[in-house]
């Protein structure tokens, strides 16, 4: 079944996932609209509101060093889905490729599937840590980082469905068609992959937000200044006694957003093909 | 199996080697000197052209790794920058935190997800079902500290329940009772692992509950929740053991968030400190220590693994 | 009194928020120590059927929607879940198509024999084992003594639909339901495990539901045979009378032959077309459609069961033979 209609189908059956797919549409409308919505400059200080409780004209109310908190969760919702995207763009482009070439050409995927076990060897947030240690606090390097840290467990899942693959007749009939490696790899295997990988994409956007907030939280992820909810939770944190809501907020947020993409991952899994449904890396 | 047991740690060796290669590498890739890295601002010249010679740093690089191998095979991984003392004593110094708080959340992931685990796939479809498994999806949605920082507002400083921080040792004034210290920190970690715990397991016997072999199980007579848990359950427990397995090993690292929340001193709370100190010997060490525990971890899931499905060749 | 009789038997499965029938007015009887055969094609709904007199419809997406199943004199259907597993697998048991799904994978096969037997019989383990080795040499497994200890994926499936044989045999059932056992099987072990049922018989009495979708082996094993077709019992007689005198157009495709009744002798493989698909309502005759004897009314209206003779049924406008 075609991607899109299948997704139509589900969405019409899960509520659930339609609900995680319109959150996911406002957080999208905010990062685009971001300048144009966002009340106040989210990074402009005003010593004169700072810590003000929700109400008029600060509607998440202000943070301790006075910064709108509804304008930073606004421009945050960029750095939601820049990291999000971001991670996944390299992780499925990355580990899709080095998955798919090891299963397809056995002898490079000995050595190649051996560093992505090296890597392996790592805890995910431990693997995030030493390269963010070896790296400046950025936003590229913490995408690329998420990026990379995704990109082993996407290689090894794509490498499984792809030896799944090969097997198939279709497969194999290509193969003694002549057809040479490039068209078999990207015009026969690759189709196939497509919609597992995209429930995988979800998922790892998923994961990519929690693993951000994480390293924004331990003061190693974006720079302190950009407006991110892991940074503002990070930065806010010991005012919690005394302006609960500005965690709650960007804390609702994050969860909102990262429920809502492993909803629609979850709702996706349902119409993949089943051999590939214990293969996906999600929740 | 004990041909099985060693076949894998011998095919594991390779890989151990590059890691450690890797985490050796990790000093290397810092921009600077190794000799000032590991000996940080404060050393003078003289110490760091000692340390140089000893690190053998005029040597090609694989010299360097076969020396640092040595060390470290015999227990030696540097000495801090901050505490001034050999690393391997003050990672040591975490790990009874680190210990304790791993299995105080393995307790909980235990208890609380594998009966949530097993009354969701039972009660599919139902209600309980879809607010289980739901509200499972909602726990792994939430970051950790997020939820430690609520824990800590409503237990410690709202009900005064349980202490918000630190971690007496068991051997100090206390004892075991020193162990409240570490259920919110438990907790916190718990909850998102019992979530994906709870998850799997319900896919899982789902998966497993469409088997032939269950309805034979059915047409013996056998009361449902007989089926449920010797035949359904006993069976799904094989991919479930390797998650619990995956789960206990990734702990020690994941507390690293959990640990700098509850201000514990453990050896994740350490990684951190150590990155913001520049310990360049500590972090490498912690490291190197991490990644061989969560391999002899994945080792030990692949050994139970293969005793609990027969039929895994053991040969 | 027969010892099983089922009585308009009514199954329905539940599709979106309509529930589409699958069985309708299925009525059979089996006497003590008597073999029924059921035949059809896959989806006829004769699976469906066996599942519903055992009991196991239960969490799956088919209701029963009428009817009644005497057992012994009991309504089955009336009863508790409770009371209904008491019968399950003591009195009444079953075997399936696919032995080699059909053990679990992680249970040696003398554990999941002496699970039968605990479950209904109080006795000690020890007696338990023992009782399971003697069913395990009624089956014929050679060396059974080593066999007991032996994990399913360590035999074959002629040897696994054996074991699943001695596993129904646990509690000397008085009827054995047999879902197509040995459709999965070798033709030379096919032939083993079908005289290997027969001889059981011989010995214990009971009686046997059996299932197939061939003819050849109902022919051999059964004494009387029911056809089904799209969920209803189209041709229902003794099997000489039935093998003697075929009159459903069904049951003789089914056989593989069709006799031309008035025009040159021709010969078909198999029934044109397939069995159309729960959705598809079929006007008339659920037949017709594929009936090289089709006319006007089989179109229109549908045939109620008739008797042929006292003890043929055929649900048919035209049967064939009876030249009318």
Known sequence: MSVPLSIALVFRRRALATFGMCWLLIVGIAAIGAPLLAPFDPLEFDPFVRLSDPGWPHLFGTDHFGRDSLSRAIYGARMAILIGSGSVLIALVAGGLIGMLSAYFVRLGHLLMRIVDVLMAFPALLLALVLMTLLERSVLNTVIVIGIVYATTTARIVFGMTLKLKRDVFVDAAICSGARHASVLFRHILPNLVSPMLVQASFIFAFAQLQAAALDFLGLGLPPEVPSWGNMLSEERIYVTRAPWLLIFPGALIILSVFSMNLVGDALRDNIDPRFKNDIAGV | MLNYALNRVLTLVPTLLAASFLVFMFIHLIPGDPASILLGDTATPEEVAELSRELGLDEPLWTQYVLWLGNVLQGDLGTSVFFREPVLSVIAGGAETSILLATMTMFWIVVFGVPIGIISATRHGSWVDQA?????????????????????????????????????????????????????????????????IIRLIRASMLDVSREDHVRTARAKGLHPVRVAIKHVFRNALIAVSAAFGFTFAALVSEAVVTETVFSLPGIGRLVVQSILRRDYPVIQGVILIIVVFYMAINLLVDLAYASLDPRVSLK | MALLDIRNLDLRIARGSELLPVVQGVSFAVEENETLGIVGESGCGKSLTALAIMGLLEGSAVRIAGGSVHFQGRDLLTLSPEERRRVMGDQMAMIFQEPMTSLNPVYRVGDQIREAILQHRSMSRRQAHDRALDLLELVRIPDPVR??????????????????????????????????????????????VLELMRGLQTRTGMSIVLISHDLGVISETCDKVAVMYRGRIVEQASTSTLFSNMSHPYTLGLLGSI??????????????????????????????????AAKGSCRTVDPGAAAVSPAHFVRCHFPQGSSS
């Open chain 2, 132 to 196: 289980t498994s739901g509200g499972a999806m909602l726990f792994a949605s939430v970051p950790t500290f997020w939820l430690g920082l609520y824990l800590i507002l409503i237990f410690s400083v709202g009900l005064g329940w349980f202490p918000s921080s630190g971690f007496p040792s068991l051997a100090d004034e206390g004892g075991v009772s020193n162990l409240r210290y570490l259920v919110l920190p438990s907790l916190t970690l718990a909850a998102p692992n019992a979530a994906l």
């Open chain 3, 147 to 192: 066999r007991i200890d032996s994990f399913p994926h360590q035999m074959s499936g002629g040897q696994r639909q054996r074991v699943m044989i001695a596993m129904a045999l646990a509690c000397d059932p008085k009827l054995l339901i047999a879902d197509e056992p040995t459709t999965a099987l070798d033709v030379t072990v096919q032939k083993e």
């Open chain 3, 259 to 292: 006799p031309a009744t008035d025009h040159d002798v021709e010969w078909l493989d198999a029934i044109p077309g397939r069995v159309p698909t729960l959705d598809e309502a079929v006007p008339g005759c659920a037949f017709h459609p594929r009936c090289f």
